[in-house]
């Protein structure tokens, strides 16, 4: 008879065994699927940038990501991404909140007509639920009312045929109109429009008001498949500017405690609904910083490769599905990791102690990309990691571009 009830847990469910001894950079066992989603289902994405991630890795996988507003015949990739084609499913741009969600299910079923749809830069005229999707705008009202239509005709048809909802929460706040509620995906102003305090408000959404917009939106989904499933994700990106008042960092905790815990309870009430932790994936202490660009803001490609790698394998997808890291992803994995190991430790680890630190953290880097680096090259690597850590951080490599199109990240520009 055991003597307590934690005496027969498994190692995963221990700090030590699960965090404290796991390697640098190995992710570690953090997801187990509830279900597995099949090859030939029809899977719907939608939600905020890091979104785009999982479209784009189920897609190079071979699942049924369905794209029922693709572009037009010749549009180069790079051109299609720039006005919003095969980002989602359909042609919605980042869906930050659950109610813009919800009002866009609305919408497409004709049950509302939003506030102010239409919005004025310079003389063009944008659609202020997907405002970046035109970025040189359209030249009249009229027109952005005709290219919604179509665009809610699309919605509709990916929705009515999802078998997998996907859909990654991204933040709690938001603007509105303040008479109707109608909820917008970026401030007025930001891209298109003009903020009148009059007319516009700043809303942070709370967990009483996020969980029943999710609960509704499921209810409406099983209404036309009662077999449909959702997979829910936070997104690790943090804020990128606050209008609580708060200070940035105290405003992304508040953002995605709350999102987190209305995943959690979903979890928990619906056996339909399964959760995948790329967020703990992504912020665990154990990757140390590493699974971040420079600016600690954008995930890295090597923190998107691990955290698709976790679930593909999990999904039993293989490992040829994995997507692929450089080497130059690898090394800057490497280096950020052994940065911040050196940053992190300085006042309470001799200079020896920190050094093998991040060897090992350059070590455990160079396991991820084990079957393309020599041993050899892995040393070396390490090697020079750990001596980098000794010597200091050095010049920051300059960040690659990212193909994720992220609409609040132009809120960079607005920032002092």
């Not at 992710?27 to 940038?49: E, H, L, M, N």
């Not at 919605?92 to 749809?117: C, F, H, M, S, W």
């Not at 070396?380 to 980098?388: F, I, K, S, V």
Request: net charge neutral; charged share 25%.
């Amino acid at each position: 008879m055991s003597t307590s009830p934690y005496s027969d847990l498994p190692a995963r469910a221990f700090w030590r065994s699960a965090v404290t001894d796991r390697a640098s950079l190995d992710p570690g066992d953090v997801y187990a699927p509830r279900f597995r989603i099949p090859r030939k289902a029809r899977i719907v994405t939608a939600g905020s940038c890091f979104a785009q991630h999982v479209g784009r890795t189920l897609k190079t996988a071979g699942y049924d990501v369905l794209d029922t507003e693709p572009p037009p015949p010749g549009m180069t990739s790079a051109t299609a991404q720039k006005f919003g084609y095969t980002l989602y499913s359909a042609r919605y741009g980042n869906i930050y909140t659950v109610r813009q969600l919800l009002q866009l299910l609305d919408e497409a079923e004709g049950k509302v007509a939003p506030a102010l749809p239409v919005w004025e830069h310079k003389g063009r005229f944008h659609d202020a639920f997907r405002p970046g999707v035109e970025p040189e705008g359209l030249d009249s009202p009229e027109d952005v009312a005709a290219h919604r239509k179509m665009h809610l005709a699309a919605v509709l048809k990916a929705f009515r045929a999802a078998d997998v909802f996907v859909f990654t929460f991204g933040l709690t706040e938001a603007w509105v109109h303040t008479e109707t509620g109608t909820v917008y995906p970026t401030a007025p102003g930001t891209i298109a429009g003009s903020h009148d305090p009059a007319v516009f408000s700043f809303k942070n959404y709370t967990y009483r008001e996020i969980m029943p917009d999710f609960v509704e939106f499921r209810r409406r989904m099983m209404a036309h498949n009662p077999e449909i499933r959702f997979l829910i994700t936070v997104s690790p990106v943090p804020l990128t500017a606050t209008a609580s008042g708060q200070h940035v960092e105290v405003a992304t905790s508040y953002s995605k405690s709350v999102l987190r815990a209305v995943c959690g309870d979903l979890y928990d009430r619906f056996d339909n609904v399964d959760y995948y932790p790329s967020y703990e994936i992504i912020t665990s202490q154990n990757a140390r910083g590493a699974y971040y660009e420079a600016n600690k803001r954008n995930v890295s490609e090597q923190g998107v490769a691990t955290a698709m790698g976790v679930f593909l394998k999990a999904q039993g997808a293989g490992q040829m599905a994995e997507p692929e890291v450089s080497t130059t992803g690898r090394r800057k994995g490497a280096r950020r990791a052994a940065e911040n190991v050196e940053q992190t430790d300085e006042t309470v680890r001799p200079a020896r102690g920190r050094r093998r630190a991040a060897r090992l953290a350059a070590e455990a880097a160079g396991q991820g990309g084990e079957s393309e680096r020599p041993a050899k090259a892995r040393r070396r690597a390490a090697r020079l990691a750990a001596e980098r850590a000794g010597q200091g951080a050095g010049t920051e490599p300059a960040q690659t571009a990212d193909d994720v199109v992220c609409e609040e990240a132009l809120l960079d520009a607005f920032r002092p």
